[in-house]
């Protein structure tokens, strides 16, 4: 997916508040800004990474969470051809049905528990569209910066399915890294999980992790506790590294489902301007001259029949683009 903003700004990230007075709250919990995809039916996405608060959670930097969205009311998802640079996308759905196209050839299906991920390293660009069958569109997408040493990785697109996992009045579903004896297949770049959970009215699960990760418990519904700290729908509650064990507990009346992403903290900095991740001002300026002019760096997207055939590339800021750094 696409950042849609129109006039995309920078974000100086200083320290986060404390969540708690006296400190004795190790989350901190992120409210997302509503984000509209453009068109006169827009429909809109939930954004939670990045903010002032928090830009990154291990290599995880962005997250977009949409829907339950009625398509006959808000048109769909319909995303024309984009850039990508220095990322890998993940994408993830409840509900609905998208699909994809890309400049490394791939024509995939996006399916409710099933896992995409593409990677744009060195350039790709894509087009997502919800088919025509999608009544009800509901799922989230996310970006993975990649460590300098594979920033300029060649295209790549990865699929998996991920068993279920059952078990304490939950049902798991690992898609990156390890979680309760799940281990994905899917190959990353840096050190991460990726994990649907659905808790059961009332359940308690504890889960051990890597504390050597930062983790984020992204809500999509019901009411749901982290470590004592209640989280609604669309928050997300971030815990950092040194914790080894997560306990989560689902306090509405039926089911709850959320997304648990973690990873080892990731220690560069990173220019994040539109859909590129780079390194210095001067990069952000070279990838969207090269989108602009329709360099190879990017490639073609074969068969997107949409009324746009690519998306310009917003104008650039009238200053230097800085590093999102946090702290």
Excluded: K
């Excluded at 949409?66 to 024309?80: I, K, L, Q, W």
């Amino acid at each position: 997916m696409t950042n849609p903003e129109a006039n995309p700004v920078e974000q100086w990230c200083g320290p986060a508040e404390a969540d708690a007075a006296d400190g004795a709250s190790a989350v901190q919990v992120l409210t997302a800004r509503d984000v509209p995809l453009g068109g006169p039916r827009a429909m809109t996405v939930r954004r939670t990474l990045p903010q002032r608060a928090r830009s990154l959670i291990g290599a995880w930097c962005f997250a977009d969470h949409y829907g339950p969205d009625d398509v006959s009311v808000t048109g769909g998802m319909d995303v024309a051809p984009h850039p990508h640079t220095g990322l890998q996308t993940v994408s993830w759905l409840f509900s609905g049905e998208i699909e994809h196209r890309d400049s490394h050839g791939v024509h995939a299906r996006v399916r409710p528990g099933e896992l995409n991920l593409m990677t744009g390293g060195h350039g790709i660009c894509h087009s997502e569209v919800s088919t025509p069958d999608t009544r009800v569109l509901h799922g989230v997408q996310l970006w993975v910066a990649l460590p300098g040493a594979h920033r300029d990785a060649g295209r790549g697109f990865q699929h998996h399915v991920p068993e279920p996992v059952r078990g304490d009045g939950a049902v798991s579903r690992v898609f990156l890294g390890s979680l309760q004896g799940s281990t994905s297949p899917v190959a990353t770049f840096s050190p991460l999980l990726g994990a649907e959970i659905v808790l059961d009215a009332g359940a308690v699960l504890r889960l051990d992790v890597d504390p050597g990760f930062e983790h984020g418990v992204l809500v999509d519904e019901g009411a749901v506790t982290l470590t004592g700290t209640r989280l609604e729908p669309a928050q997300l509650g971030y815990v950092p590294a040194g914790t080894p064990t997560l306990t989560l507990a689902n306090q509405a009346d039926g089911p709850s489902r959320l997304l648990l992403l973690g990873g080892a903290p990731f220690e560069e900095d990173i220019v994040m301007w539109w859909n590129f991740v780079g390194r210095s001002h001067e990069e952000i300026v070279a990838f969207r001259e090269a989108w602009q002019a329709e360099s190879d760096r990017f490639g073609r997207v074969e068969g997107y029949g949409g009324a746009v055939r690519r998306l310009p590339a917003p104008a650039l800021p009238n200053a230097r683009i800085r590093p999102r750094r946090n702290r």
